[in-house]
């Protein structure tokens, strides 16, 4: 059936929802209360009363679409607004910022991330991908349980770090940044919550997060130099940006060349471990879809290596990663700040005012979703998807700041998963889903352990 695609009711005034309403729950379950005060907003423009902070919740599709595509240029993502305050810590300015220095960043990297680019790293990346993988027949033959996410890391660590980075920083290097981008997301929650808070104001998760941002600068400042002062400069990220001139001819600082490589390692890591961690609950829970995804590989794939030519042929494997990031989008919160007065849907936006999108809401809501909360790829059956409207999924943004590795995700995810699915079958330690604790990504709130059997067992998922 056609997913449902209310049309939201013009107010003229928004609603306010009460800090009452919002505190307990949040305070209780976060993620759970954001999607029920979605739920409840029923797509209409409402705005937060969070004290001093109250920002609009914008939960239509066609609101979303307003603000991150039509009207872009008047929704920036403000470095210096509450919501941006722990990413900035982090990322500093450059192709997660905004303006001139976001948009010199975007120019010089969205070149690396062209669909023909990216094709050209395929193969490279499958080998990677390949021999990462092979290092799992070990524990599969002693029937020892591995740490899903650990080994998720580790095997994208060792595609990216190939085919983006040139080997430039090794997989333990990686490791390392991933286990502190970590520690991270889980840091910032509360900055994220309490967004008025001031930085003067020692809140948890402070001193974990600077420890951590430490070991990130400890891992990639070092490289960063050594690329500069190399003779061996190519086409990797580091290179680029190095390589890259300002429209005005200068060559980029070194301040910024760090924040982009920061920013470029952690979405080309983060997105693709987090929602190959999800896939092996889901897939435990509903073994008709683990059959047919193994049918397709069998079918696509037989008994060769997952090859480039596969891929465009794998259109399940496509979809159940598409319900995977409608149920765990990576970035589950979008703010943007309206830089002049607006209306949306006659309800008046002063300037300077708080848009909080958020795909975790929209992606979960009854007005725009039949069953929201099941895992069900056939959703994404090319006629519902064409039924629906285009902003009720967009797990990576939209508009002009759309992730620039969103084909690279896709390309990538669908040779890990198919890889692993065509060699082992799977039992999962503890069965069921875990639930969902919030971090700046959607985490499990417990480890996922798997018991990995080789493919040509009886065993199955």
């Known amino acids: 059936m056609p997913e449902p695609t209310d049309t939201p009711r013009p107010t003229g005034r928004p609603r306010i929802v009460p800090l009452r309403q919002i505190l307990p729950a949040v305070l209780r379950d976060p993620a759970r209360a954001l999607i029920d005060i979605g739920n409840r907003t029923e797509g209409e423009l409402v705005r937060l009363n969070l004290g001093s902070f109250r920002p609009y919740l914008v939960t239509h599709p066609r609101h979303v679409q307003h603000v991150l595509r039509d009207r872009a240029d008047n929704y920036e993502r403000a470095g210096d607004g509450l919501f941006w305050r722990p990413v900035k810590r982090l990322f500093g300015e450059g192709i997660l910022g905004e303006g001139q220095i976001w948009s010199a960043s975007r120019r010089m990297l969205q070149p690396m991330f062209t669909a023909k680019r990216v094709e050209a790293l395929v193969d490279g990346m499958a080998d990677a991908i390949r021999d990462a993988v092979g290092e799992l027949d070990e524990p599969a033959r002693a029937g020892q349980p591995v740490d899903i996410g650990v080994e998720q890391a580790r095997i994208v660590s060792r595609a990216i770090m190939k085919v983006l980075f040139a080997d430039r920083i090794s997989v333990p290097d990686a490791m390392r940044v991933i286990e502190a981008q970590d520690r991270i997301a889980t840091a910032v929650i509360p900055r994220i919550i309490v967004p008025f808070a001031p930085l003067s104001l020692p809140m948890p998760g402070d001193r974990t997060f600077a420890r951590a941002v430490r070991i990130v600068d400890d891992v990639l400042v070092p490289i960063v130099r050594q690329t500069r002062e190399s003779a061996d400069q190519g086409d990797d990220v580091i290179s680029t940006l190095w390589q890259a001139r300002t429209e005005d001819g200068r060559q980029l600082d070194e301040r910024q060349v760090r924040n982009d490589t920061v920013a470029m390692f952690a979405a080309t890591t983060e997105t693709t471990i987090n929602v190959l961690t999800w896939a ?134 669908q040779l890990i998963l198919a890889t692993m699915l065509s060699r082992y079958r799977f039992r999962l330690h503890r069965p069921g889903v875990p639930g969902l604790r919030l971090a700046a990504a959607l985490r499990p709130r417990e480890r996922v352990e798997l018991t990995l059997v080789a493919a040509g067992r009886t065993e199955r998922a």
């Open 280 to 413: 092996w609950p889901h897939l435990d829970q509903h073994p008709e879809v683990a059959e047919r995804l193994y049918a397709e590989i069998d079918e696509v794939v037989g008994g060769e290596p997952v090859r480039r030519e596969h891929l465009s042929r794998l259109t399940y494997t496509r979809m159940v990663l598409d319900e995977l990031l409608r149920l765990y989008p990576i970035g589950w919160i979008i703010p943007r700040r309206a830089v002049a007065g607006d209306v949306i849907d006659g309800v008046p936006i002063e300037p300077g005012a708080t848009m909080a999108v958020s795909p975790l809401i929209t992606q979960r809501m009854r007005q725009f979703w039949d069953r929201p909360d099941e895992f069900d790829p056939e959703r994404f059956r090319p006629e519902r998807v064409r039924a629906r409207h285009r902003y009720a999924h967009f797990p990576f943004g939209g508009g002009p700041h759309q992730c620039l590795g969103m084909y690279l995700f896709y390309l990538e995810a």
